[in-house]
């Protein structure tokens, strides 16, 4: 069908005299032009089942506006075509274009997708709202100094109408899968990544390829969204069968870009801690690791290995042979290392001079083009949205770290503008300024306009570095599996098409915000972003000495066994003294064996059983690279059609639901996240007939006992060492790597 449709496309141009005057059904248009006075609006088929639309005031989009889409996409027709079209369509007017299954018809100037079921009829998804005394749906407001505008679009929706996605919510109120209700703040800002991209369960996915800031507003009966600055307004908006996500991802991430898969050495165990400050203690840490034979696979460096922001090298003091420590690491464990960088840089970095000169740091609208303050000084940000300053940024990472065999790196505090964290200055506690952001201003543009992709850039650079100095044989677009990744705490849509993952950023060490992560890994995970994970025990306010602190260390740590990347870990806190110098040399011990030696046996055994569901990770993965099927997949994607109580449970964010997840097509995991818990409450959901049909049922991971096709809530027990976890056919299948 797809040929079938880019050959007509081909021969559809000559037609153009009769389509711009027909009212009718254009099965197969290369675009539609809508002009209206001073605005004009472009619908172009755009992959399959799927059309972009981009809005421009006084003159066309030039093509070379920031845009996150392929082009052209890996599947389906169009890209590749400028501002191609085959029909003009006047103020007022009417015209129909179609692209497989779904319809673009502009009715008297007003635009509404419908998607064509087999039978023919049509079903209607979204139209422009607008109604008799109202705002127009495509509302701009512009600047008298500036070409661009802020502007607002809406559209209809429905009271019972579900959206799933948005990107990753803050840690940690918002416990929410249906974002139905909510206003989404488009501002990056730590744990909170939300991105424009939405799934709703009428069978569609609306994404906004626009990296302004701004929000949108699902209210009951519109959905708004607004950006508070842009020059050309650009949506993508696809069709599937209501209940089927996978084709949604399918046809999204066609147009966004898939995930290359991971070396073997990320799926294992990553061991981290805020922070290691010596070359010894890291060596010290392999040896223990290999003392006490537990498998580590990655082990990271985190920040403050620099003497100043900006150096982008290890302060020679504390690390004085990192070559050494590389080899000494691997013989021990065979583990790869990964080192934090911050995009932040202080006027005492050896680098500074020559980016300030370059022009290659970001500045603000006014001042001296100081962003942002940490541990008591000034600093600025690298503009990596400037080629030259990623091409300067790589040399000195390739430099200090690549060429010495520290090949992985963790792009923190990426998240661009200013952070508006509490900073110190001169013994002067500066907390909650009134003004947090910035006027940032980057190669790209403006904060307002550009800023969500800030960190999308750094992804780039360590992306392209990466490339160019290693081996590949990738021949797409973007790389099909990588030798080593990024981790990043910001991203924007299709950030997945980088060798980089995802971590949910600083969340707080709590029984409630361990069951919070589900609802934003599956959140995220609805966007495109399958490569993710998290802090085991939380970011900050573990105290290890504790019961408690120990009980939640484990029960999270279950959980990271079940993430596509196996999580990390962070700050702990402890009665052991803490000395100023070096900065953040916490000596609170945060290894499997730190937590009692009850608990480092259940440790142990989880990190062996995440070694042993490699084969069915790595399937995972190739899987997501081939289709862009969703790994970490929230209960509505594969139950929504079987299981009424599912789509009821998720409608209004029933904890039962959204706290639980499948890993991948077999495993249903259900942390736990009460204190002091010794059994949980499960909703085993129903199977499909399909599934039923090929043999299918539940199975209690532990004992394997046999649950049955679902439809109901279970308890089952649960100790530390038994995270709630139920998988779909053979358990010997699962370690094998059938999915
Ligand atoms: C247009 O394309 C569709 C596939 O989307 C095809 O079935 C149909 O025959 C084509 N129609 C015309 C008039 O060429
Ligand atoms: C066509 O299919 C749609 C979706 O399944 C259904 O809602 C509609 O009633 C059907 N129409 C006819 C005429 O069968
Ligand atoms: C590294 O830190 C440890 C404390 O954990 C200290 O005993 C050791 O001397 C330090 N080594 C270096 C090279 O600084
Ligand atoms: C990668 O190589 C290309 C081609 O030589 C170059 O233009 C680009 O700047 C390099 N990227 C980085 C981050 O060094
Ligand atoms: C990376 O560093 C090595 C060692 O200094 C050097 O030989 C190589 O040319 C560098 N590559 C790039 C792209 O900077
Ligand atoms: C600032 O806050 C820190 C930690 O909260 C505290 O140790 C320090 O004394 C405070 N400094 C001043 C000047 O209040
Ligand atoms: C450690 O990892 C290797 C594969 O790298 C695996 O064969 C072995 O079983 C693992 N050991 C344990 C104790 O999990
Ligand atoms: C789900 O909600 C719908 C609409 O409110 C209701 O008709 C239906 O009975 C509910 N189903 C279950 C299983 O509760």
Redesign the pocket.
């Given at each position: 069908m797809i040929t079938l449709l880019l050959a007509v496309l081909l021969g559809a141009a000559t037609n153009s005299a009769s389509a711009s005057t027909s009212p009718y059904f254009q099965p197969n248009s290369t675009g539609i032009r809508l002009q209206n006075g001073f605005e004009r609006v472009l619908i172009q088929p755009y992959g399959n089942h799927a059309f972009r639309v981009r809005a421009s005031l006084m003159r066309d989009p030039s093509g070379k506006e920031l845009s996150a889409l392929l082009d052209p996409p890996i599947e389906g027709p169009g890209g590749g075509q400028g501002a191609a079209h085959d029909v003009k369509v006047p103020f007022m007017g009417s015209a129909t274009i179609r692209n497989g299954d779904l319809v673009a018809d502009i009715l008297h100037g007003v635009i509404s997708f419908f998607r064509v079921e087999q039978n023919g009829s049509r079903t209607l998804l979204i139209s422009e709202y607008t109604d008799t005394k109202a705002l127009q749906a495509r509302y701009y407001r512009q600047d008298f100094r500036a070409a661009s505008f802020e502007a607002q679009f809406s559209f209809t929706s429905t009271p019972d109408e579900q959206f799933y996605g948005v990107g990753q919510q803050a840690c940690c109120k918002d416990h929410s899968v249906n974002k139905k209700g909510q206003v989404i703040d488009f501002v990056n800002f730590n744990s909170n990544v939300r991105l424009p991209v939405y799934m709703s369960n009428k069978g569609y996915l609306h994404f906004f390829n626009m990296p302004s800031q701004g929000q949108i507003e699902f209210s009951p009966i519109r959905t708004r969204f607004v950006a508070s600055e842009a020059n050309v307004v650009d949506y993508w908006i696809t069709t599937a069968l209501p209940g089927d996500y996978d084709s949604l991802q399918q046809q999204y991430t066609a147009v966004t870009g898939r995930q290359p898969t991971p070396p073997d050495f990320l799926l294992g165990y990553q061991q981290s801690k805020l922070r290691y400050y010596n070359q010894s203690q890291v060596i010290d840490l392999a040896q223990r690791f290999h003392d006490e034979q537990v498998n580590v696979s990655l082990i990271v460096i985190d920040f403050f290995n620099w003497k100043f922001q900006g150096d982008w090298s290890f302060d020679p003091e504390f690390w004085p042979d990192p070559q050494s420590m590389v080899n000494e690491v691997k013989r021990l464990t065979g583990a790869e290392l990964m080192v934090s960088l911050w995009p932040s840089v202080e006027d005492l970095s050896v680098n500074y001079n020559t980016l300030q000169e370059e022009g290659l740091l970001a500045t603000a609208r006014d001042g001296p083009g100081v962003q942002d303050s940490f541990e008591g000084v000034y600093t600025r940000l690298i503009d990596s949205t400037n080629p030259a300053a990623r091409e300067f940024l790589w040399r000195q990472l390739n430099e200090s770290y690549f060429s010495k065999g520290i090949h992985n790196f963790w792009i923190d505090q990426a998240d661009g503008g200013t952070l508006g964290e509490p900073f110190e200055n001169n013994g002067q506690n500066i907390s909650a300024i009134p003004y947090p952001r910035s006027f940032a201003q980057y190669f790209i543009g403006t904060q307002e306009g550009t800023g969500k992709m800030y960190p999308w850039f750094h992804q780039q650079a360590i992306d392209e570095g990466l490339q160019n100095l290693t081996e590949n044989s990738n021949t797409g677009p973007t790389p099909a599996s990588c030798q080593f990744m990024s981790l990043t705490r910001s991203t924007f849509a299709g950030g997945q098409r980088f060798c980089s993952y995802l971590w949910s950023g600083d969340t707080d060490s709590r029984f409630d915000v361990l069951l919070q992560q589900i609802t934003s890994g599956v959140s995220v995970a609805a966007s495109g972003i399958s490569a993710w994970t998290l802090d085991i025990g939380g970011f900050a306010g573990m105290d290890i000495d504790t019961d408690s602190g120990r009980e939640l260390f484990v029960r999270w740590f279950s959980m990271g066994v079940f993430l596509p990347i196996s999580g990390i870990d962070r700050t702990r806190t402890c009665s052991l003294a803490r000395s100023s110098s070096p900065p953040h040399a916490n000596p609170c011990p945060n290894e499997p064996w730190s937590y009692g030696d009850a608990n480092f046996a259940i440790i142990k055994n989880y990190i062996s059983l995440r070694y042993q569901l490699i084969p069915y990770v790595k399937q995972l993965f190739e899987m997501l690279q081939d289709t862009g099927r969703t790994i970490m997949r929230p209960l509505y994607y594969d139950f929504t059609l079987s299981d009424?109580?599912v789509?009821?449970g998720t409608a209004v964010n029933d904890p039962l639901i959204v706290h639980e997840f499948m890993f991948g097509p077999r495993i249903l995991v259900a942390p736990v996240g009460t204190e002091g818990a010794l059994v949980q409450e499960v909703y085993l959901p129903r199977l499909t007939s399909e599934m039923i049909e090929e043999g299918l049922s539940w199975t209690h991971w532990w004992t394997d006992t046999p649950m049955g096709e679902g439809g109901r809530r279970i308890v089952v027990d649960a100790p530390l060492d038994q995270i709630p976890v139920f998988y779909l056919g053979n358990k010997a299948d699962i370690f094998e790597g059938a999915i």
């Open positions: 009424e109580n789509v009821n």
